[in-house]
């Protein structure tokens, strides 16, 4: 892959590369791109240590799909309705996320306290392996204000000649 991408002050160049980001995720050919995504996703955390971070734990939620619930309660030896009523809330759109943040299962050093039962939008955070990178452009753009890898990915995409 073409270009080297400096973390340094990753968050200012993010915000700054906004359009140039959106109009590329615009149009882009797919097909070629998510062959590129898994080499570039383990190139980013490469570089990358998520404990070092944990900006998606501390100011977003993940969504608690019924699967994840079940899974979490219990581990936690709760029952589904008690885990609910205890961590979770419906958001605008119908989902249950986190009732504050952080999340309540991020634990000192950002290491995550349900990290091996973490619910499935956790596990897959953040999508920058996957096609969601390319098919939810408003998600990948607020995701790559936060988080380095998914900037450092678009940096490597949007820099390459494809």
Sequence with gaps: MSGEVFLDNWHKQSAANQKKY????????????????????????RHIDCS?????????SPRFKTPDIKRISKHLKMKESLFIDTYLTLDVEGDYVVKQTPCPFL???NACSIYEIRPSDCARFPYTDEDVLLKRVNITLKNS???????????KLTNEKL
């Design 22 to 45: 959106k109009n590329w995720l615009q149009r882009v050919q797919r097909n070629k791109v998510l062959k590129k995504l898994p080499t570039l996703h383990e190139e980013a955390f």
């Design 52 to 60: 070092s971070c944990a900006q998606c734990c501390k100011n977003y």
């Design 107 to 109: 634990v000192e050093n």
């Design 145 to 155: 204000e936060f988080c380095p890898a998914v900037f450092y990915v678009l940096e």
